[in-house]
């Protein structure tokens, strides 16, 4: 089992920035990505932006490359999403990701970003 809790979201104006956080707990020895996930209503969740625990380069989506960068700390069981030059469009709730072996998937409880125009 894996917890994630997630924190940082929360009200900007397009341009701005916003940094999350998540803390990760539980059977982490088992987890090989990390990753944030963003939904809006009505549609699918997607994926943003995920960290590999091996060292393989980090992924992004398209629509946040140059924009959103993922970064770790593992000492502290942490992983971070810093979002610049945010846009409306990126309005959403962010969710943290873990995979495990297994495989099995874990999702925080999410936070709101509202980017305004």
């Known amino acids: 089992q894996v917890e994630l809790v997630e924190a940082g979201g929360g009200s900007v104006q397009a341009g701005g920035s916003l940094r999350l956080s998540c803390t990760a707990s539980g059977r982490l020895f088992q987890v090989y990505t990390l990753g944030w996930y963003r939904q809006v209503p009505g549609k699918e969740r997607e994926l943003v932006a995920r960290?590999?625990?091996?060292?393989?380069?980090?992924t992004y989506a398209d629509s946040v490359k140059g924009r959103f960068t993922i970064s770790r700390d593992s000492a502290k069981n942490m992983v971070w999403l810093q979002m610049t030059s945010l846009k409306p469009e990126d309005t959403a709730v962010y969710y943290c990701?873990?995979?495990?072996?297994?495989?099995?998937?874990?999702y925080g409880q999410g936070t709101q970003v509202t980017v305004s125009s």
């Open positions: 960290i590999y625990i091996g060292g393989s380069p980090s």
């Open positions: 990701n873990a995979v495990t072996y297994g495989p099995r998937e874990y």
